[in-house]
């Protein structure tokens, strides 16, 4: 089941993309009503200082533990997923303040390392539930910020792709650590 995780979630960033269109959607508007908040503050948790931070420990502890595979996924797997994410936004074209908006890629790149996180720790319910608790609140303060939610929603779904094709490469080191 995991091997169609990547695919079915790669379609669904390419359908929302092609159904939210270039401009802003009522449910955009709705969120963009907070763009003056301090709900727009939560977008520091997809700042890329975090990010790396958090990734750095991820990957000394792969390593430490010799996971080879979990770590190689660890180095590649945000630059797999800033890669599509440069692929897809001219695709879309979508533009929010002179940018190009459609999959955010800081939502992306928060899904890819707080989902590497997960994978490190062996789906540990504390690791999981930082993890969501932190996209959400990171998908709520870019989404009233430099982003349309639809647009966070988009980079999700880019990252969990990105997450389980991460899982399938790395899966003999993630049983190893459950045993």
């Known amino acids: ?26 449910l955009d508007d709705w969120f963009q009503r907070f763009r003056h908040t301090p709900l727009r503050r939560l ?21 430490w533990q010799r996971r080879w595979r ?17 692929v897809l936004k001219p695709i879309f074209g979508r533009d929010k303040g002179g940018g190009l908006a459609y999959p955010s890629g800081h939502i992306t790149t928060t ?13 540990a319910w504390w690791a999981v539930t930082v993890a969501a608790v932190a996209v959400a609140l990171a ?17 999700l779904l880019l990252g969990s792709a990105i997450v389980c094709a991460a899982a399938v490469v790395a899966r003999r080191d993630l049983t190893r650590s459950l045993r």
């Open 139 to 155: 998908i709520l303060g870019v989404g009233v910020s430099f982003h349309y939610f639809t647009d966070t929603i988009g980079g």
């Open 111 to 123: 899904t890819i390392v707080l989902g590497l996180l997960i994978l490190l720790t062996g789906a």
């Open 70 to 86: 979990l770590a190689a996924m660890v180095a590649l797997a945000p630059l797999i997923g800033l890669a599509f994410v440069r």
């Open 1 to 26: 089941m995991i091997r169609w995780c990547p695919s079915i979630a790669l379609a669904a960033v390419l359908l929302l993309g092609w159904a939210v269109g270039k401009s802003s959607t009522p």
């Open 43 to 63: 977008n520091e948790i997809a700042d890329p200082r975090v990010l790396i931070t958090v990734l750095v420990i991820v990957l000394l502890v792969a390593g």
